[in-house]
């Protein structure tokens, strides 16, 4: 286990097969770091690989990502969700592709999912202790996005996306004690978030907070991704990203477009892990 060092990993809905990618390479090394924190889809691709589940962060997303139930607009004129979130929180980890959550307790290495709490703002942290039991409540909350999904109450929060409010949470990690951070994330280097048109039109009108946290949720993650840049040109952090996210978006449905993503994650996590040797033994 890599000692002193966080890994953190941002969501971004199916360009998270990029994530599951460089993962499954970092499970054939057998590296795992000591402290791991996942925002959205980020926090199920890290909970596979805690797990050491090679590939099935692969399986679950090819397999079942034309079947209706995991992603569909029948499933929002039914439930108000795009996901399907009962169905690939629950029912796939479940019977279909079963999560092994025997080997996730047994692993040593920390897990923190990040959440944003409906009634505060503020983001909600919960570490793999106080998930024992619930964990895939816990992954179904932190990948709820608003109007793709419905709140979710756990642990006496109700809860929504962990990215409105801690998209990369660099700062948690460090909080935690962990100033050398490696770093996964979806975007390419250039990218930087714009106002999306529909915080302005669509809103929850029960949870104003989260309407404004949409609303200025791109300064925050351009002003994250500003804070990354830097660190990385010194050398303090390493970050792993793709070059071109091949016209993946959020909701991708097809299965070559969602495995060619995965194997650049894979390659690129090949071909800097020497690099990444050199900055953890450092």
């Known amino acids: 286990m890599i ?3 966080a890994l953190i990993l941002e969501g971004g809905g199916m360009r998270s097969m990029y994530t599951a990618g460089v993962l499954d390479y970092f499970v054939k090394k057998d590296m795992f770091f000591e402290y791991n924190i996942g925002v959205s889809a980020g926090a199920s691709m890290a909970a596979s690989y805690l797990s050491r589940q ?3 962060n692969h399986r679950v997303t090819t397999k079942y990502i034309k079947d209706k139930r995991y992603l569909s607009l029948s499933n929002y004129i039914r439930r108000k969700e795009v996901f ?6 629950h029912y796939i980890p479940t019977y279909l592709e079963p999560f092994d959550f025997e080997a996730f307790d047994k692993a040593e290495e920390n897990f923190v999912v990040v959440t944003t709490d409906c009634e505060t703002g503020e983001a909600v942290y919960f570490d793999k202790n106080e998930m024992k ?6 992954l179904e909350a932190t990948s709820s996005l608003p109007l793709m999904a419905n709140p979710v109450n756990y642990k006496g ?3 929504l996306d962990g990215g409105i409010v801690d998209p ?5 990690a460090m909080d935690d004690g962990y100033k050398k951070q490696v770093l996964i994330l979806t975007r390419p280097q250039s990218y930087r978030k714009k106002q999306s048109r529909f915080s302005k039109v669509f809103k929850l009108k029960a949870y104003p907070k ?4 949409m609303e200025i949720r791109y300064k925050h993650y351009n002003k994250t991704l500003e804070w990354i840049e830097t660190e990385e040109e010194k050398g303090n952090i390493f970050v792993i990203r793709p070059e071109d996210t091949l016209s993946v978006d959020r909701i991708e449905k097809d299965p070559k477009k969602l495995d060619a993503l995965y194997k650049q994650g894979y390659e690129d996590a090949k071909k800097t892990y020497k690099k990444l040797k050199e900055y953890v033994e450092n």
């Open 157 to 159: 929060h109700t809860l």
């Open 133 to 138: 039991g619930s964990l895939l409540t816990a």
């Open 84 to 89: 399907g979130m009962d169905f690939v929180y």
């Open 54 to 56: 090679f590939r099935r």
């Open 210 to 213: 989260v309407n404004h946290l």
């Open 168 to 172: 990369i949470p660099v700062n948690k």
């Open 3 to 5: 000692k002193n060092t």
